[in-house]
């Protein structure tokens, strides 16, 4: 089995580098877009400053490995002029950046901070490194409306088709398909419709919208943040045969649902704050991207520290994809692993297990489990588990209050808490609850 090499990363220093963003890496990275450009990984990002005033701009790393990353500079000096009228906004959030035949198409937006006057441009360049230059409004909203134009995401369908989503809290996410040439709605003012939302009993909190479509299965992943932004937001998924819906969940329910279904049971959740072990854990994981590089899937999101939440950081982790066509997520961050044969004696020893119950999403911290050789698991409620082909793994465990089923895969993997080689699984369960493992090797 080849586990992942030891990542040289070198640590931010809070004191000595908190003023040169660039020696921050990963860190102040929010809302990152990613994208591949040959052989290169780029992710566009909110100007969020840890410890400081962020600029008018939209931050830019790029990476060879998608594990070591390096600050290049900034897009942009200023607001551009039509969207700084319309907000009054001081900065640019939530960027999307995507390439278009021989121009690259940078989509940012700008908001009043708390309302829904909000603005979406497009910015195009030759180069990736820019300049850039301002092609005006893709989209807006205004007090008023009854969605918020914010936080864009260009897809394109099987066809080659262009569309848009976009959509913070109100009445959810919309869809625009646009007109290649000019990255903008193919008909005039054209707001979309709406592919998901959520229940006024949790104000509509629903948020940074990504599509991406899976050949194998043939559907398209609607990936979504839920809840509030610095203390448990959490990531949830629905699919659907065509990209604009409706997008279902493992139970069945439409990601459009805002009845009296509990309105945290609607959408897998494969995301959310944890913990492993005695460590310092995690917050907040949200509005991400993916990227799809060959036969790989990754999922890039930004997370904050457990016990001080300004200080934010970019996470890469794997996709691994259920046998009916499910995203789990990696509970680690990636350091280059990939699926292959597992043994199955390695399975034997203790684990750590987080169970990514649906109804909280603040800190979740591990417990520990010993699985045996004869297929029982030893722990806070005990269980039996079994293994399969190359890498499938089942579990049968009580997590609260009967036993569940969560099938799912093991992978080689890099133990950022403990600085050293491990194993992981991440499985899900019939009611779209996720399941994590981490070996303590």
Known sequence: MIYPEKPIIKDLK????????????AAGAHDPSIFKDDDLYYVFSTDARIGGKATPSIQIRKSYDLIKWEYVGQALDDVPKEAKEWTDAEGVWAPEITKVNDLYYLYYCASTFGKNRSYIGLLKSKSIDGPWEDNGLVVKSDIGDDRNAIDPNIVFDKNGEMWMSYGSFWTG????????ETGKPQKENDKGINIAGRHHSTEGAIEGPYIVYNKEFDKYYLFVSYDSLASDYNVRVGRSESIDGPYIDINGNEMTNKSAVNPNHIGNKILGGYRFGNGEGWIAPGHNSVLNDGEDFYIVHHIRKEYNQSWFYMHVRKILWSNDGWPMISPERYA?????????????????LIPLYRDVNRVIVSKTYSFKENGDIEGEYGGKWSFSNINEIKIKIKVRDENEIYKGKVMPSWDWEENKETLIFTTIDKNAVALWGKKAL
């Open 14 to 25: 809070y004191d000595e580098d908190i003023e040169d963003i660039t020696k921050w890496g």
């Open 173 to 180: 996410i919309y869809l625009i398909k646009l007109d290649k």
């Open 336 to 352: 280059g692993e990939k699926e292959q044969e597992i043994d199955k004696k390695l399975i034997i020893g203790e684990w750590e």
